[in-house]
């Protein structure tokens, strides 16, 4: 179990980005699991009303068994993280009622894991959707891995968010991206490969709010670093250098 | 002491929830004369503190309020994002890794050590959740008491002059901002992990069922 190499897991991000479709998804989660070398992945997003949407790579049996006994009631994993919106491993949970421990045996059973990582996902309209990844290890080794690929978990989480509210027509996605005046400017002097300092000097703004334009630019683009937003920006012709 | 509660489980804490939206009202409407609501309790709440927020409180020995802030992912509704793009030339701030820091607000006798144990609360939630900026709304009077805790915002756009000045600003927080703010609160990180420990772990959840 490990963190993929940055190259492989923008190529896949790539993928995630291109996805026009469910399989795509799915598709692209497995890679996910496979890079991280981990049990599971998977995103599942619940609507206020209890609908359920989503991909990953839990077996179809558990996916059926969680539908037909109507797990989101149960599930402390749900219960924990609804309406909230800070990452949270699943030790953190409370599962020590009678019907958690009971979900948790079976669970177990049917090859979740015994150990998990979920990012809440708080997106426009009070959209709610949840991002998971599972594994069977020691504690210890657990928490090595989330504690080193936590930051690329949660960008991830909110690439799958992204796309899946792209491909759900009812589900209102946001109007299509595009950078903002001052993104295109910043974007533009370090596709010319000046450095941050170079960048903030020639724009007479501070190194400080250089990052807000770069961080925002690369959310924008589902970029996971500034050398892959720049050359997003340039292949979908945002900036000309 | 320092707690971390969502607006959902502020039931769980009466008194603390009710200190915290009284000093609000003294501190917003009646001390800056912000035109905020403040409901027939005397607490002032907007529409952002139905989003489930997730407070900053330190907790005096009385279990009353010291002090607040209140915090939002900026890819859900935000403050700055629906009412103050002009003041960022239109700018939308959208990111994971940023999250909206509102309402910071001191109790009436509050100290300077409130203050800076409220910024290391902020810096251990950054620090925890990989969160890189925070991102708020503030006013000139504001600039005061931020710069009095050794944490003045870089500001990102501002509109009005002199006491009426309204800007937006972005916070980060580096391991040496942490160490100084930390020793001038007499708190050590340990004991801020701790904090963050028993508030996103088990105890609330335990507390609720109880």
Redesign the interface.
Same mark, same amino acid.
């Given at each position: 179990m490990q963190g993929p190499s940055k190259a492989k897991l923008e190529k896949i991000l790539g993928e995630l980005e291109r996805a026009s479709e469910f399989d795509g998804l799915q598709g692209v989660s497995e890679k996910l699991r496979d890079h991280f070398q981990i049990d599971h992945l998977v995103y599942h997003w619940v609507s206020s009303s209890g609908e359920q949407y989503g991909f990953g790579t839990y077996s179809v049996d558990w996916q059926q068994r969680y539908i037909e006994k109507d797990y989101l009631r149960v599930d402390p994993v749900i219960q924990g993280c609804f309406q909230r919106f800070n990452p949270v491993d699943w030790k953190r949970l409370d599962w020590t009622g009678k019907a958690a421990r009971s979900f948790q045996a079976e669970a177990l059973e049917y090859g979740v894991g015994n150990q998990g990582y979920s990012v809440p996902i708080r997106g426009p309209n009070g959209q709610f959707a949840l991002f998971t990844v599972s594994h069977h290890c020691d504690d210890e080794t657990w928490a090595a891995f989330t504690e080193k690929n936590r930051r690329d978990l949660i960008l991830i989480a909110h690439f799958f968010n992204h796309a899946a509210l792209q491909l759900e027509p009812g589900r209102a996605p946001e109007p299509a991206q595009t950078l903002s005046p001052r993104e295109v400017d910043a974007m533009t002097f370090l596709a010319k490969g000046y450095s941050r300092a170079q960048v903030a000097d020639t724009l007479s703004i501070s190194e400080h709010t250089l990052r807000v334009y770069i961080e925002s630019a690369r959310f924008k683009l589902g970029a996971v670093n500034t050398t892959q937003t720049v050359a997003r920006a340039l292949s979908r012709g945002l900036i000309v250098v | 002491m320092l707690r971390f509660i969502?607006a !959902?489980d502020l039931g769980v804490f009466p008194k603390l929830a009710d200190t915290m939206f009284r000093d609000r009202a003294a501190q917003f409407r009646e001390r800056l004369g912000w035109d905020v609501t403040v409901d027939t309790q005397g607490h002032e709440r907007d529409e952002y503190d139905n989003e !489930?927020p /997730?407070y900053v409180i330190w907790q005096n020995a009385d279990g009353g309020h010291g002090g607040s802030f209140r915090l939002?992912?900026t890819?859900?509704p935000t403050m700055v994002n629906d009412h103050f793009t002009h003041l960022m !030339?239109?700018?939308r701030? @959208?990111?994971?890794?940023?999250?909206e820091c509102t309402r910071f607000c001191l109790e009436k006798g509050s100290g300077p050590r409130v203050a800076a144990a409220l910024m290391l609360g902020g810096g251990g939630?950054m620090e925890? %959740?990989?969160i @890189?900026?925070f991102?708020g709304v503030f006013d000139a009077p504001m600039t005061r008491i931020y710069s009095r805790i050794g944490s003045a915002p870089?500001v990102?756009g501002a509109v009005g002059q002199g006491r009426a000045k309204t800007s937006v600003g /972005?916070w980060?927080f580096s391991n040496d901002a942490r160490a100084r703010v930390a020793r001038s609160a007499g708190l050590s990180p340990a004991l801020i992990r701790l904090w963050l420990d028993r508030c %996103?772990?088990?105890e609330i959840?335990?507390r609720k069922?109880a």
């Open positions: - | 969502y !959902n !489930n /997730l939002l992912p890819t859900g !030339n239109g700018r701030v @959208e990111s994971p890794l940023i999250w939630i925890r %959740f990989e @890189e900026h991102i870089t990102l /972005l980060s %996103f772990g088990r959840q335990a069922s």
